[in-house]
């Protein structure tokens, strides 16, 4: 092995600000590992990051994103959770094992890596080992570097917090990673799921992975879609990833007593809502932050009893990180990924 590696870093927001440098490879200390990355999966949140559309702390030089698929290669003293070999993946939030994150009213919790902490896009990463997880039997590294972060507030949002239980109706906002995990996650527990998006063809490739329902949101009002296809019922639960304006629409289609899940931003972080309905449906509004450790395990045991296969839009080289930026841009189907080869 040679002494140095690649690593991504910004000394500036803005994507002009980025660059591929050459490094020593770190050493671990006491109660970390060092981790040889193989794969780290993109996330919009990470574009927002790198263009300071985020409003986080950055400590410069820094380098981006947190979701990582690779292999224990070394080990600090006192490591017991895992030893060189082992498969693993990065935890979104690395203090955050269960309950409730560190963070209080004032002090909001948002302790992680690729904001907080430094990201993963470095060919070496150390880390404590108390901030990964085994990584999936059933998925390579490819795969299983899009869980930590897209797959996690999914299964967060509809199992951990949600409940989500079969013969329910769920519906997904989009063809993004979150939505393709929400979808599949839904199906898997025997759920009605219900894809929104602009695109007809996107629409026919949810479709096969097994949504029972495509709506065009630009072809009409897609929440009387909702009603005419529901019977008036509604949704019981919303994966809303739009944000700004849309948390009316998801409101408006939500059953009684449903559930919507705030996720994304990309219509704007400012939202108001008419009182009356929400008073009258009594619709549980939940903003999702990712989710914990101990979820992200129970997580990766579902994927692997149930086979689930995450969604690659593309996977690119680590040089190619420009590249991969600009796909993330045009709203890819599933997830990018970079790998080391």
Do not use: C
């Given at each position: 092995?040679?002494?140095?590696?690649?690593?991504?870093?910004?000394?500036?927001?803005?994507?002009?600000?980025?660059?591929?440098?050459?490094?020593?490879?770190?050493?671990?200390?006491?109660?970390?590992?060092?981790?040889?990355?193989?794969?780290?999966?993109?996330?919009?949140?990470?574009?927002m990051v790198i263009e300071g559309s985020m409003?986080?702390?950055?400590?410069?030089?820094?380098?981006?994103?947190?979701?990582?698929?690779?292999?224990?290669d070394s080990t600090g003293e006192g490591v017991t959770r895992f030893r060189v070999g082992a498969r693993v993946i990065s935890t979104f939030s690395p203090e955050w094992i269960?309950?409730?994150?560190?963070?209080?009213?004032?002090?909001?919790?948002y302790r992680t890596l690729g904001g907080y902490f430094q990201g993963m896009l470095a060919e070496y990463v150390i880390m404590n080992e108390n901030g990964l997880v085994a990584a999936p039997n059933t998925l390579d590294d490819v795969e299983a570097s899009t869980l930590p972060c897209a797959g996690l507030t999914a299964w967060f949002a509809l199992i951990e917090r949600g409940g989500l239980r079969a013969g329910q109706t769920v519906l997904v906002q989009g063809t993004g990673g979150v939505a393709m995990f929400a979808l599949q996650i839904a199906?898997?527990?025997?759920?009605?799921?219900?894809?929104?998006?602009?695109?007809?063809?996107?629409?026919?490739?949810?479709?096969?992975?097994?949504?029972?329902?495509?709506?065009?949101?630009?072809?009409g009002d897609w929440t009387e879609a909702v009603y005419g296809l529901t019977q008036d019922r509604g949704i019981d639960h919303i994966i809303e990833t739009v944000g700004g304006a849309n948390l009316k629409n998801s409101l408006r289609a939500v059953a009684v007593h449903g559930r919507i899940s705030v996720i994304g931003v990309l219509e704007g972080s400012e939202i108001s809502l008419p009182a009356s309905e929400l008073l009258l449906k009594s619709a549980v509004i939940q903003g999702i932050g990712v989710g914990h450790r101990r979820a992200l395990e129970d997580f990766v045991r579902a994927v692997d009893a149930t086979q689930l296969k995450p969604v690659i839009a593309q996977r690119y080289?680590?040089?190619?990180?420009?590249?991969a930026?600009?796909?993330?841009?045009?709203?890819?189907?599933?997830?990018?990924v970079l790998t080391r080869e």
């Open positions: 092995m040679t002494d140095t590696m690649q690593r991504w870093t910004l000394n500036a927001l803005g994507r002009e600000n980025l660059h591929l440098t050459q490094e020593t490879i770190p050493q671990p200390g006491p109660g970390e590992v060092r981790v040889r990355v193989n794969a780290v999966a993109l996330n919009y949140r990470d574009k409003p986080i702390y950055l400590a410069f030089p820094f380098t981006p994103a947190s979701d990582m698929a690779g292999v224990i269960e309950g409730k994150p560190a963070g209080d009213a004032r002090t909001l919790p199906k898997a527990h025997g759920a009605e799921v219900f894809v929104t998006s602009g695109s007809d063809e996107k629409l026919a490739r949810a479709k096969a992975l097994g949504a029972d329902h495509g709506i065009n949101r630009l072809k080289r680590f040089d190619q990180l420009s590249q930026l600009q796909h993330l841009d045009s709203g890819a189907l599933g997830k990018i």
